[in-house]
């Protein structure tokens, strides 16, 4: 997985290297404006992309947006392919009840039953080929639960932790069947097929303290030319 994420990498211009060290050096109110749905993100965020800080959600966030809209290109390139999509990593947290991105703050369907509108026309998610959910686990620990909907599969991905992510897919589990009731008034149908796939020995580990784009397994990110933002005070 580090090779490929290495062989993705497209060295910088003198220039584009040097807004970067700007971005990632600067202090006082700056911003990086993403060109993506104009979204702006403060120069703190940009600092936690240095080796050995922890990621916040507004660069997971933004990343996230980066793929949907990759996706989109994707899917217009190819109008036969089922779209997948990527939930914010706040969408977690407002499922547990503002459960500090576990399962242990309970679970809480109503706060999150109309977010499936913001994915699809008629917000029925079983028309995806695979649905995403980025958690924040404690607010140090990154993981993503997948869920692949036409293999009937939930899978953990987690880069440093094994057997990890258990008690969140459950509760990933929970929310599509509660899901299926309110878009086709009934039970998930075969829903003993379901199997969920916690974190496995054998995936690509990375070292403590690393940037988690440096062991990328669960998506296949595209390279691209595009500049995603520009700096204003």
């Not at 993100?41 to 992309?49: A, I, K, P």
């Not at 980066?66 to 109008?79: D, K, T």
């Not at 990527?86 to 500090?100: M, S």
Request: net charge negative.
């Amino acid at each position: 997985a580090k090779q490929r994420c290495a062989n993705m990498k497209i060295p910088l211009t003198q220039e584009e290297e040097e807004l970067v060290q700007i971005a990632l050096n600067a202090e006082g109110e700056l911003y990086a404006r993403g060109l993506i749905g104009g979204r702006q993100m403060h120069q703190f965020s940009m600092v936690t992309l240095k080796d050995g800080t922890w990621i916040n959600d507004d660069i997971c966030t933004y990343m996230l947006k980066l793929l949907l809209e990759r996706e989109e290109v994707m899917c217009i390139g190819n109008p036969t392919k089922k779209r997948s999509f990527w939930f914010e990593p706040f969408f977690f947290t407002k499922l547990t009840n503002d459960g500090d991105g576990t399962a242990n703050g309970g679970y809480n369907f109503t706060g999150v039953d109309k977010w499936s509108e913001k994915i699809v026309p008629d917000g029925d998610i079983f028309s995806l080929d695979k649905l995403f959910v980025p958690i924040n686990q404690t607010k140090s620990h990154w993981l993503v639960v997948v869920v692949f909907f036409e293999q009937k599969r939930i899978q953990v991905f987690d880069s440093l932790f094994e057997e990890n992510g258990g008690e969140e897919s459950q509760v990933v589990f929970k929310y599509i069947q509660h899901q299926h009731w309110l878009k086709h008034g009934i039970e998930l149908p075969q829903k003993k097929e379901w199997v969920i796939i916690t974190n496995s020995k054998g995936k690509p580990r990375q070292e403590n303290g690393e940037l988690l784009n440096k062991c990328i397994h669960s998506i296949d990110i595209s390279a691209s030319r595009t500049s995603y933002f520009e700096l204003t005070a």
